[in-house]
């Protein structure tokens, strides 16, 4: 075990001189990057047991496994990110070739804490992985939120041949070693939209996890929005210390195929995070019943203090893969906070006040308002020259107050578990604002809306985190505006991290 972590820390330095050198032109660290993410394969045996928690410390480097928003014409779908709080420098190697599973050194950077808690993250793209020139001054925009040494929601930028910026969500997890349960854990989990996939066979669920050797069995119950509980079912994966890290594949004995089914990350914190191929082609619906992976965490020994809960403050993401706003503003993945607004503040006044004309009325879109047991808050807007833009870590940025999520009850028999929660969405939802609210098509009507989603609510490091799903299918479904006043039916999810203070 000492060889394989002694080697993540060499791939580490290797990664930071490689970018470095790319200013030089010099690919020859990158070389030996990959000949020792080659070496990596299978190092140390599997099964290891997990090392004890604990705080970062100065120098160390977190190595998170990647995943599950596999957005198109990104490379962050399945990555190796290292966040370097010594050096605060951050760097991403991940599969760019779906025919191998060889990474390749995607870009370095370095990050700083904002004023809003996210991290503000510069990036300089590898130039034997894009076809040109470093970049110069490096790239600024990209952002993440970190519970330090368990995993990371970010939202890197990616490049494409004509130099363009795209948002390339990711949500990480730490890898360094295979799980080791002397018993079977419990763990809360909710699917991940793909922007391919119409149609869900799961939304969220429980799992509970049992390790012998290297066989990793997932019994798990998947759920639908809105229905009764799904098939249960047992799979079992395998784990091996791989050129990603420590990390379970399923089907067992899949690694070394191209594509991978599922790569899932089972961190010694709690955290969990997969990474699914729905075009594996074997009629699977992976290890947890569907989506294009999973977020979750170790399930709740006791019941979650909803009041607490929602008097904490959150960053983190708001994801919605097939909106098709375009025109004036991209709300595919938004950085965004929760908990900063109490439901009486000014700042959530347009808000209520859609939900209210709404609420047996108007469109008669909303038939319950929010309960006291709702979270307040929306997405980060930075109005410039070019247009308007979602950064959490300007110094003009701000957070809106246009989304709640109402959790509801918490499930009587699974802790942290909340399958009645409600989305209220206001008028002042992107693409529109408080001063150019969103009128329903045709109409002059103040529009808004609420639907069913599924909320899992745990601790992290002693960190609340939220995930939430919403269905497209679900009735009513998950909806958004689009440029034209109408309703778009999509999923949605909403990831969230405690604010640390």
């Known amino acids: 075990m000492r060889t394989v972590r002694r080697a993540l820390h060499i791939m580490a330095n290797l990664t930071n001189r490689s970018v470095r050198g790319q200013q030089n032109g010099s690919p020859v660290l990158t070389a030996l990057l990959f000949t020792l993410s080659l070496a990596l394969i299978c190092i140390g045996g599997c099964g290891q047991t997990a090392t004890p928690v604990t ?21 962050f779908g ?43 993250v510069t990036e300089n ?17 990209a952002w993440a939120v970190e519970v330090p040494g368990a995993g990371a ?10 130099g363009a910026l795209s948002a390339a969500p990711v949500a990480m997890a730490v890898n ?32 509970s996890i049992s390790t012998q050797g290297s066989a990793v069995t997932f019994g798990t119950q998947p759920y639908l929005i809105g229905a009764p509980a799904e098939a249960s079912f047992k799979s079992t994966g395998g784990c091996s210390n791989t050129n990603l890290g420590a990390l379970t594949a399923y089907p067992l004995n899949s690694f070394g195929t191209a594509p991978n089914i599922e790569l899932i990350s089972i961190g010694s914190t709690g955290l969990l995070v997969s990474s699914f191929n729905t075009s594996g082609g074997v009629g699977s619906n992976g290890a947890f019943g569907g989506g294009g992976g999973v977020l979750g965490f170790t399930q709740p020994s006791a019941p979650v203090d909803a009041t607490a809960v929602v008097g904490t403050q959150y960053n983190g993401l708001v994801f919605s893969p097939q909106n098709r706003v375009t025109e004036t503003y991209d709300i595919t993945a ?36 929010p309960s006291a047991n709702t979270v ?25 107050c246009d989304l709640a999520i109402d959790l509801g009850q918490q499930d009587p028999t699974n802790n942290g578990l909340f399958p009645n929660a409600t989305i209220f969405v206001g008028s002042n939802f992107p693409p529109y604002s408080s001063t150019n609210p969103w009128n329903c098509q045709g109409t002059t009507s103040v529009c808004a809306v609420s639907f069913p989603a599924a909320a899992v609510v745990g601790k992290v490091q002693g960190l609340y985190v939220i995930f939430v799903a919403a269905s497209g299918a679900s009735i009513p479904p998950a909806q958004l505006p689009d440029s034209f006043g109408g309703r778009v039916a999509q999923p949605l999810g909403i990831y969230l991290f405690q604010k640390a203070q």
């Open 55 to 75: 705080s970062p410390a100065t120098g160390k480097v977190n190595p998170y496994f990647g995943g599950p928003f596999n957005t198109a014409g990104t490379a």
């Open 125 to 141: 793209f590898a130039t034997t992985v894009n076809g040109f020139t470093a970049q110069n001054p490096p790239l600024t925009g």
């Open 334 to 369: 938004l950085a965004s906070s929760f908990g900063n607004h109490s439901a009486t503040s000014q700042a959530c006044s347009t808000l209520q006040a859609s939900l209210a004309a709404n609420n047996g009325q108007g469109a008669g879109t909303v038939p319950v308002l």
């Open 376 to 400: 307040y808050g929306g997405e980060f807007l930075t109005v410039t020259g070019t247009g308007t833009v979602n950064d959490p870590t300007g110094a003009t940025g701000s957070e809106n």
């Open 78 to 120: 399945q990555s190796l990110s290292y966040f370097d709080h010594a050096a605060n420098q951050v760097n991403v190697s991940a599969l760019v070739n779906s025919s191998t599973l060889v990474p390749s050194n995607v870009m370095g950077g370095t990050f700083s804490t904002a004023d809003t808690g996210f991290l503000k």
């Open 176 to 207: 360094n070693d295979c799980p080791n349960f002397a018993k079977p854990a419990s763990y809360l989990y909710v699917t991940v939209p793909s922007a391919s996939a119409r149609t869900h066979t799961a939304d969220y669920g429980s799992v």
């Open 153 to 162: 929601i970010g939202n890197f930028l990616t490049v494409t041949s004509t």
